[in-house]
C-alpha cells in the first residue's frame, strides 16, 4: 500500500495563475481533508470531504477549491494564486469521522510570487 | 488551533526525558493524539490516549492526561537526536501549533 500520496512535491506560481493539487489514498476511507501548515500556526484545515462526491469547508476556505470525484481523490484548486497561500499543504484522509486517526501524506511545498 | 496551546520550543540534552505538553479547551475531546513531523516529512501518529484513561505507555513514551484541568503531556525516556522533530498535540484531530524538539548531543 502507497498509503496517501500527493502530487507534485513542490510548485512555483506567479499570482494570479492557477494549479490543482492530487491526493491519493489506497486504504478505502471514506474522508478526506486538506490542511496548510505554517510556520507557528500548525495545521489549518481547509477543506474536507465525508465521501465520494461531497465537499465541505474547513477553517480556511477561501481562495480554494476542492472536488471527490472518485473516492481515492481529493483534488485541491487555487484558482488565482496569491502570495498569502505560499504555504505547505498536506493531505490527509481517515476511515470514519473526522475525530480518528487520520494518514497524511508527504506534502506539497507551494510557493507564490 | 486557537483552543489547542503549546510551548513552540523545547531542547534537551541526548539521554534526558523530555516532556511537551498541550492544553485544550474542548472538554468533550475523545481521541487525543500526539503526531511527529520530521523535517520535510509529513505527520506521522505516534501515540493516542482515549480520554476515559489518565495515562498511556508505549515504550519510551508516555502519555498523561488530566481532563480536569484539559492538560495532556507526552514524556519521552531516554530522548535520542533522532527524536528532534515537530510534535503536535491533536484531541479530536484539531492542532496545536507543535513544539519544535532539539536534542543536543
Known amino acids: 500500500n502507497a498509503g496517501v500520496t500527493q502530487t507534485p512535491k513542490f510548485r512555483v506560481l506567479k499570482t494570479g495563475q492557477s494549479m490543482t493539487l492530487l491526493c491519493a489514498q489506497d486504504m478505502n476511507h471514506e474522508y478526506m481533508y486538506w490542511y496548510r501548515q505554517d510556520p507557528g500556526m500548525g495545521l489549518r484545515l481547509i477543506h474536507y470531504s465525508v465521501g465520494e462526491g461531497t465537499t465541505a469547508k474547513g477553517e480556511v476556505p477561501d481562495g480554494y477549491n476542492v472536488s471527490r470525484l472518485k473516492k481515492q481523490n481529493f483534488l485541491l484548486g487555487l484558482e488565482s494564486a496569491a502570495p498569502s497561500q505560499t504555504s505547505v499543504y498536506f493531505c490527509a484522509s481517515s476511515y470514519e469521522s473526522s475525530s480518528y486517526e487520520q494518514y497524511f501524506g508527504p506534502g506539497t511545498r507551494l510557493t507564490v510570487t | 488551533g486557537e483552543d489547542v496551546e503549546q510551548s513552540l520550543f523545547l531542547s534537551v540534552r541526548e539521554g534526558d526525558s523530555s516532556v511537551i505538553n498541550c492544553t485544550y479547551t474542548d472538554s468533550s475531546s475523545t481521541y487525543l493524539y500526539w503526531y511527529k513531523q520530521e523535517p520535510g516529512a509529513g505527520l506521522q501518529l505516534l501515540t493516542y490516549i482515549f480520554s476515559n484513561m489518565d495515562m498511556k505507555q508505549d515504550q519510551r513514551l508516555t502519555v498523561l492526561l488530566n481532563k480536569k484541568d484539559k492538560h495532556l503531556s507526552l514524556r519521552i525516556a531516554d530522548t535520542q537526536t533522532g527524536d528532534s522533530a515537530i510534535y503536535f498535540c491533536?484531541?479530536?484531530?484539531?492542532f496545536g501549533a507543535g513544539t519544535r524538539l532539539t536534542v543536543k548531543p
Open positions: 491533536a484531541p479530536d484531530m484539531r
